[in-house]
């Protein structure tokens, strides 16, 4: 009896003591800006092919993922749409700071439904989006906590079309609720990012904003302050050549000089 319950509890302390399952080691979740989807679903792809280790991303707005994160939600690396999410992040301590750097950069642009008549919009200042978009309304993200909502607010009032165009606007969710507002032609003019538009069969670039028109799109990456240990190995992936060329063929800059 003794030997049994001997070899009962031997069992229960290397039980204890053994690693967390392999699928728990070999595994990450990111969550990253909607607008990120399928260049990062091929980066992903490509990584989990080369490491073995499986990626789960979570697609929403940089708002609503930093928000979720400070609330505990089990992340293992962060991709912002912009600076000042990833700044409350690291703020609130949500982040390791030496993982940190910025990765892309976008453009925005102005899309249209495409069977619109409506090509080549030139703009600039004293730009009336209010008057282009006729009785409809303009899908943009919200202004007031999404990254493109942001951008695209700051690029109407330095343009000066901004009064005019508040009151017509249809705010969503993210980027990619934006995408489908137009696409499903609900409304005649968008604004999203470049990248965007050009996944979007549906949709059609009818202008671009100018640079300086509004804040560089920059999206810096960073691991969680719970991250697990391979999220800095992801993250390397990330800056390395193989992740670049996926992330330029959907239109995205590369902003740092590769790894690999």
């Not at 301590?93 to 102005?110: A, E, H, Y």
């Amino acid at each position: 009896m003794f030997v049994r319950l001997f070899a009962a509890l031997s069992l229960l302390i290397v039980v204890a003591a053994a690693p967390p399952p392999a699928a728990a080691q070999d595994s990450l979740t990111v969550f990253a800006a909607a607008s990120l989807k399928n260049a990062l679903d091929d980066a992903d792809a490509a990584f989990s092919k080369a490491t073995g280790i499986k990626v789960t991303a979570s697609y929403e707005a940089s708002s609503a993922l930093a928000k979720q994160i400070e609330q505990g939600a089990p992340a293992d690396a962060f991709i912002s749409a912009d600076l000042a999410w990833m700044d409350y992040a690291s703020k609130h301590k949500l982040i390791k700071p030496d993982t940190r750097f910025n990765l892309l950069g976008n453009k925005l642009v102005l899309i249209a439904p495409k069977g619109s008549k409506l090509d080549h919009v030139v703009i600039a200042k004293g730009f009336d989006i209010a008057k282009l978009a006729g009785n409809g309304r303009i899908a943009i993200a919200d202004v007031k906590a999404v990254p493109a909502g942001r951008y695209a607010k700051a690029a109407l009032t330095s343009l000066g079309a901004w009064t005019a165009a508040e009151p017509k606007l249809a705010q969503a969710e993210n980027v990619r609720a934006t995408l489908a507002f137009v696409a499903r032609d609900e409304t005649p003019l968008g604004i999203v990012y470049a990248t965007d538009a050009k996944i979007e069969p549906k949709v059609k670039i009818v202008g671009v904003f100018p640079d300086g028109s509004y804040p560089p799109v920059t999206y810096p990456v960073a691991a969680t302050a719970a991250g697990k240990p391979a999220a800095v190995r992801y993250l390397q992936f990330l800056r390395g050549g193989a992740a670049k060329a996926i992330f330029e063929k959907y239109g995205f800059s590369f902003l740092i000089k590769p790894v690999s």
